[in-house]
């Protein structure tokens, strides 16, 4: 039981992340009730990835450069890896500690530096790692914990409340909305399967998704649609429909709980990335250890926030790109599963994995269409020529 509630909350570290809420409360301003579809589709790709890429027959479905260099070469898969986990650590970590640092600012103590407590929530997450690595797991089950348990109290509240009505374009299911709901499941990668088995993996997929489309249906039954299309914090009007001011206060500490979890989440897989890469002597030894990441992690998201990277008009486009990054890294990840482990029979495997592959990099250019292509793309272009 300890072994799967630490999983979960792993699995769902980033779908409870402040990120992943605007996301979600922006489809459903977008589609409405239609925004299900999308969503189940999504969890059908992150459990067919789950299924590929955590081969638990295969040694090499525990190690993320094992399983990626028979494919594309050991120096090539190194720099996927980089490429595909350092990124969205530093610009979305740095998005949601200063979203989180709003929050508290904005809903608990007006007179409190937001700065000062975004980089106190850094330092709480790099500072797990220095005591023990139970400290790093058990917190994040706790943050995770806290924010589910926020947006069940909010859904409770909710319940039978009718928002206003407003004039708008209808709902429509447009199909970037696919590329979207794509990216509230990326977290699914963060599971090693060690020695639990694949099934409990499958089991959290159904609390994730009955969690999301429980908060869509809150937010469109609460919310005006254009409202929520069109704002920034849909996840803020939706809490405050449901139960005024203390509603506010829930989401307050859902958005500090996610924020610590999504980025405790990330910096663990960035930590396990770099073990795995100075195992194969691609790093220096020191980078295998708990405790340098998290210190190297600390004072880079905290210059980055200190340089006003948070406040720069595009940081919305650089977490975009980071998490389009992420998304082509599981597709590579994917296609190299045709030639992983023995889960599958071939013909099977190598139509999955192609498949999934696929749908991953088309809902990256799905998003990239839906926002600054130019930016976008030369941002990729420059982290994966630096990697």
């Not at 407003?166 to 963060?190: E, Q, T, V």
């Not at 099934?199 to 489309?213: G, H, N, R």
Request: hydrophobic share 55%.
């Amino acid at each position: 039981m300890k072994a799967y509630l630490i999983m979960t909350g792993f699995i769902l570290s980033w779908l409870v992340s402040p990120e992943s809420l605007a996301i979600s409360g922006r489809m459903a301003g977008l589609s409405g009730r239609m925004a299900l579809v999308p969503l189940a589709a999504a969890l059908g790709l992150a459990a067919l990835c789950t299924a590929l890429i955590h081969d638990r027959r295969s040694p090499e479905g525990r190690n993320e450069l094992a399983s990626l260099s028979p494919a594309y070469g050991r120096t090539a898969a190194s720099a996927m890896v980089m490429t595909g986990r350092i990124p969205v650590l530093l610009f979305a970590s740095t998005a949601m500690l200063v979203s989180a640092g709003f929050a508290f600012n904005e809903i608990f103590v007006y007179w409190f530096p937001n700065f000062l407590f975004a980089s106190l929530l850094l330092a709480l997450v790099c500072g797990l790692p220095l005591f023990h690595e139970k400290a790093v797991l058990w917190g994040q089950t706790l943050f995770t914990g806290i924010a589910v348990l926020g947006l069940l109290i909010l859904m409770v509240m909710g319940m039978g409340r009718e928002g206003p009505e407003a004039a708008g374009p209808a709902p429509s299911l447009s199909r970037h909305l696919f590329g979207m709901a794509f990216l509230l499941f990326l977290g699914f990668d963060f599971y090693r399967p060690g020695n639990q088995r694949m099934p409990a993996v499958y089991i959290t997929f159904v609390p994730a998704f009955a969690l999301t489309a429980g908060w869509v249906l809150l937010a469109v039954a609460l919310v005006p649609l254009p409202r929520l299309a069109g704002s920034s914090l849909p996840h803020l009007l939706v809490a405050r429909a449901a139960g005024g001011d203390t509603g506010g206060y829930v989401i307050g500490a859902v958005i500090i709980s996610g924020a610590l979890s999504g980025v405790n989440g990330l910096l663990l897989a960035l930590r396990r990335t770099l073990s795995d890469l100075a195992g194969k002597r691609l790093l220096p030894k020191t980078l295998a250890q708990e405790r340098p990441p998290a210190i190297l992690a600390f004072i880079l998201i905290e210059t980055m926030m200190m340089a006003g990277v948070a406040g720069n008009e595009r940081i919305d486009a650089m977490v975009r790109a980071s998490l389009i990054l992420w998304m082509i890294y599981l597709g590579l990840r994917c296609f190299a599963a045709r030639i992983q482990g023995q889960e599958f029979s071939l013909p099977e495997k190598c139509c999955g994995s192609l498949a999934a592959g696929l749908i991953l990099f088309l809902a990256g250019a799905l998003i990239m269409g839906d926002s600054d292509f130019g930016y976008i793309l030369r941002f990729q272009v420059s982290a994966i020529s630096f990697f």
